[in-house]
Each structure stands twice: as structure tokens, then as C-alpha cells.
């Protein structure tokens, strides 16, 4: 008799991210502000001033340069970090604040089509801390073979997502309509459960990443319609090692 175990918990942090003209803005949601962790194009300590005057002469470097979307300001240290691209990576960092650029002509309330399924039953689906009604939302939830379509409207910072597979180790596999969210192996996957696994600032640096191109060994699990997208699980699935006939 197979024995029910739960799927690893998968927990993604995303952002979309909009700008609009000459100034800049605070990142942050609900009161918790976020740091930039993808790689700066220029680093530099402003030491000999005030962090106040540090600030404004951290946003003065930013936009003069013509590349400069976004920065990183440190109040502690003074320290500037400039980026040229919209982030794919934040962190709550104690004393840390992320500012972007806004240009004017965007509409905030972007939204995003997420197609989804997994192997073999979807618990639970949070969007930026917030639960998600799987029963409403996702009436195939428990058929892989079968897909759901998930509207994310507006800023989203973390997805995190658990499913149940019968028998062995559970699978995801998921993509937006724009291939900007897509199931790989920047996704963190745990078997294990934590309090407040689901939030915002929940720290995941210590799981590890998801295990990819395992599923696909077998032709059945080949879904074309989720390309580029790959199924991801935990390093315990072995079930695909040998292909299936």
C-alpha cells in the first residue's frame, strides 16, 4: 500500500516590477521594506557625510546616469549600490532600502496569466503572504494531467506553494503568460515544514534549490504547452532516474 506523503513546499521570490519617469520610489509592501540581492553595476560609500545627504547623493548618481533604474541605500553604512536592470531578487536586509525608478505610462494593476499543475494534489497557493481558495481557484487541482490558469494581478513578491503527491515525491510545474515566472532551478524546495514558511519576509537562504529534469524523462510528463517551464521537485525524487516505458 502506497503511503501518502506530503510534497515539498516550493517557495519562489518574484517580482514584477514597474517604472515611471525622474524620480524614485521606495520599495516596499505592507511596511516591510526590501533589499535588492542581484549584483549592483556600482558600489561606493558616501562615509564622510550624513546618511540623510548620502541618500539624496546616492538618488543624484542614479539619475544622472542615463543606465541607473534603481539603487540600494544602506542607512548604517552610507552605501550606494546602483543598478541598470529591474531586480529578480529581494530580501528583507536590516537597514537596507531598495528605490527605483518611475516613469509615467504604466499601469500598476499589470497583470499576469499563471498556468499550473502539479503532481498529484495542490494544498495550498499563497501570493505575496495571502492564501489563495484552491477549491475556487483551482478546480483541477488534483488531476495533473490537467491544468489551472491563475490570474496574478499587481506587484507579486513570493509565490510559495504546497502540494501532495500519493507514493513518492510531488512535482510542479508552472509559467506566466509572459515566461517571466517560470518553474526552474532558481525555485527553493523543502520536505520539511516551517512556521511562516508562506511570508513575505520569511527567510529561505537556507533551502535548497529544486531538482529539474527529472519528470521529463518520461515522454508522458513532457508538456509542451509549459516550455520553457521545467517540472521541479526535491533531491529524494528518484522515481525518474530510468525512463518509463
Sequence with gaps: MLQERPLPLLFMHLLFRITYAECFTKYERDGTCFCS??????????????????????????????????????????Q????????????????????????????LALSRSLLITVDNFLLAFYVNGAAVDV?????????????????????????????????????????????YILTNSTWKCTN????????????????PGAVVKRREKNSAHAMLVFMPALWITDSTDSVFDVVLG
Design 37 to 78: 540581492c542581484d549584483s549592483s553595476v556600482e558600489s561606493s560609500y558616501l562615509s564622510t557625510i550624513s546618511s540623510v545627504e548620502a541618500l539624496i547623493l546616492c538618488s543624484m548618481r542614479c539619475s544622472q546616469k542615463s543606465s541607473c533604474v534603481a539603487y540600494n541605500f544602506f542607512t548604517a553604512s552610507n
Design 192 to 207: 520539511n515544514s516551517y512556521d511562516g514558511w508562506y511570508e513575505v519576509d520569511y527567510d529561505d537562504s537556507f533551502w
Design 80 to 107: 550606494c549600490q546602483l543598478f541598470n536592470k529591474t531586480g529578480n531578487c529581494f530580501r528583507v536586509v536590516p537597514n537596507c532600502h531598495h528605490y527605483f525608478k518611475l516613469t509615467s505610462n504604466v499601469n
Design 135 to 179: 477549491p475556487l481557484y483551482f478546480r483541477n487541482a488534483g488531476d495533473w494531467t490537467k491544468t489551472d490558469r491563475y490570474t496574478l494581478a499587481g506587484d507579486v513578491i513570493v509565490l510559495a506553494i504546497k502540494p501532495r503527491n500519493s507514493g513518492g515525491a510531488g512535482r510542479l510545474i508552472a509559467k506566466s503568460s509572459d515566461d
